[in-house]
């Protein structure tokens, strides 16, 4: 658990966040050094360079840029046109391109499985080719969300229900800022 200082802005979090996941990003490489986080969000956020950017430029980590919902940057619209497309994908590992106004593809819409209803929004993050960052999200998928992200969402709620008890309880109270679930950070 971190004490965040820095309040929520949209298409900021690497900056309020990044800080504690190079922190943890060391310790893990001198304790397991073979196992290395390679997720979050990436260019396909306002500003073009989001938590898996940052942090793979601070730890020099290959990085995958996943997100559940399509951010509005560089005309990018989850209009009728973006819903027609995404009834189009119609088995596990189909994509559409996000191609934004300025003529650059800022990732790619993925239906993760057979059965997922919504897509991921995958993106290059750092040290990794968008075709290679949608084929390993793709692999990593039994549900909707990659496999590691679903586990250390499904973990840290309940770390957090173990420890602070049950929202609304006086001992989460306690928190100047909501915690976040990997998933909520896009990771």
């Not at 390679?38 to 396909?44: C, D, F, I, P, W």
């Not at 940052?54 to 840029?65: A, K, S």
């Not at 040290?127 to 969402?153: G, K």
Request: charged content about 20%.
């Amino acid at each position: 658990m971190v004490r965040l200082k820095a309040p929520y802005v949209s298409g900021f979090l690497a900056f309020r966040e990044v800080p504690f996941l190079v922190e943890l990003v060391q310790r893990l490489q001198e304790k397991e050094p073979g196992l290395m986080p390679q997720v979050g969000n990436s260019v396909l956020v306002l500003g073009g360079f989001g938590v898996a950017c940052h942090l793979g430029v601070l730890t020099d980590l290959p990085c995958v840029g996943v997100a559940k919902k399509l951010l509005q940057v560089d005309g990018l619209e989850n209009n009728s046109l973006h819903k027609e497309k995404i009834v189009l994908l119609q088995s596990g590992g189909d994509t559409f391109p996000l191609m934004g106004n300025s003529g650059t593809v800022l990732g790619m819409a993925l239906k993760s499985h057979d059965h997922s209803t919504k897509p991921l929004y995958v993106s290059v993050g750092h040290r990794i080719s968008l075709e290679v960052a949608v084929r390993l999200t793709h692999h990593c998928c039994r549900f909707r969300i990659p496999e590691p992200i679903r586990q250390a969402d499904i973990r840290s709620r309940e770390y957090i229900r173990r420890t602070l008890g049950n929202p609304g309880s006086p001992a989460q109270a306690c928190f100047l800022t909501k915690p976040r679930t990997p998933s909520q950070n896009g990771l």
